[in-house]
């Protein structure tokens, strides 16, 4: 996956991260949704860690596509 192809599938996990967050404003989530949720948001976290690897080894003079999505595990510990 190349950084168009990445920054395409952010803006899509994005656009379904907002639609459920909106379509259900006010009124909670079902545990399906939330999972869902909770699923769009690690896949986003990966994503742009993965831009962020490919961006940092691009200028390092490496291989951009030696980069790898990284597990949920580690993404989620990144402090914000």
Do not use: F
């Not at 656009?15 to 896949?43: F, I, M, N, P, Y």
């Amino acid at each position: 996956m190349d950084d168009a192809e990445i920054v395409q599938r952010i803006r899509q996990l994005a656009d379904d991260e907002h639609a459920l967050e909106q379509a259900h404003a006010g009124k909670g989530l079902s545990r399906d949704e939330l999972d869902r949720l909770r699923a769009t948001e690690v896949a986003l976290d990966q994503c742009w860690d993965l831009l962020r690897q490919r961006r940092a080894r691009r200028n390092a003079g490496q291989d951009p596509d030696d980069a790898h999505v990284r597990p949920e595990d580690v993404v989620e510990r990144y402090q914000q």
